[in-house]
């Protein structure tokens, strides 16, 4: 069954979301045993969603998250309240990965970040 990233990959995008996402790339590191979909909002930024060897979780079939300003720059302020002491975010399950792809595709940024 396709996880989380397979769904975005192949443009099968979580309910209620499809409005708020331009393109969705792709990236996998299989030396690295790493798997990612970087998600590009139609408001200018991007969330990135991993899953590997590296990433926070991933043993135990969990997800990051980090989140990208309107420069590419990784800025973990995006992610609000929620925000840890990095600008990632781990140990997510794919309801909570969802949680994130709303929130970030519905924000409105001014061209101060």
């Known amino acids: 069954m396709p996880d989380i990233i397979d769904k975005l990959i192949q443009g099968d995008y979580p309910e209620d979301t ?44 969990l997800y990051e998250v980090a989140a990208f300003d309107l420069d590419g720059e990784m800025y973990g302020e995006l992610l609000g309240e929620y925000q840890q002491d990095d600008d990632v975010l781990g140990y997510l399950t ?12 519905n924000l409105i940024q001014e061209k101060t970040l």
């Open 94 to 105: 794919e309801e909570e990965v969802i949680f994130f792809i709303e929130r970030i595709g």
């Open 18 to 61: 499809p409005h708020l996402i331009s393109r969705v790339e792709d990236k996998i590191q299989e030396e690295r045993g790493m798997r990612r979909a970087r998600i590009h909002f139609k408001n200018g930024l991007q969330l990135s969603v991993i899953q590997g060897d590296f990433s926070y979780g991933a043993g135990d079939g």
